[in-house]
């Protein structure tokens, strides 16, 4: 049983910063791309930033220069750090993580329970 946990999440004023995790748990073989979605009420969810074993991060446009995705690969964990955080930022933060449980399996797509980051003062 594959599982993600977010951590990392909260309250904080605009100009600020949080860190958000997410470790990957269970039987798992490998884990191609890994990622961060939002979704904020009444809107449908967004891709904030995913990155693969062979990139260093791609974003959207409305967090580019202000967030980072990073992943450690020996912990099957993805981080995104978020700073210079905008009251536009709050939502619920998800992590999504494409990846396989064997070599002979195909990739599945994995969600986290969600974690809410509420920006402001």
């Known amino acids: 049983q594959v599982q993600l946990v977010e951590s990392g999440g909260g309250l904080v004023q605009p100009g600020g910063s949080l860190r958000l995790s997410c470790a990957a748990s269970g039987s798992i073989f490998s884990i191609p791309a890994m990622g961060w979605y939002r979704q904020a009420p009444g809107k449908q969810r967004e891709l904030v930033a995913h990155i693969t074993t062979g990139d260093n991060g791609a974003y959207a446009d409305s967090v580019k220069n202000r967030f980072t995705i990073s992943r450690d690969n020996a912990k099957n964990t993805v981080y995104l750090q978020m700073n210079s955080l905008k009251p536009e930022d709050t939502a619920v933060y998800y992590c999504?993580?494409?990846?396989?449980?064997?070599?002979?399996?195909?990739?599945?797509?994995?969600w986290g329970q969600g974690t809410q980051v509420t920006v402001s003062s």
């Open positions: 999504n993580g494409i990846l396989a449980v064997s070599r002979t399996s195909p990739v599945r797509n994995y």
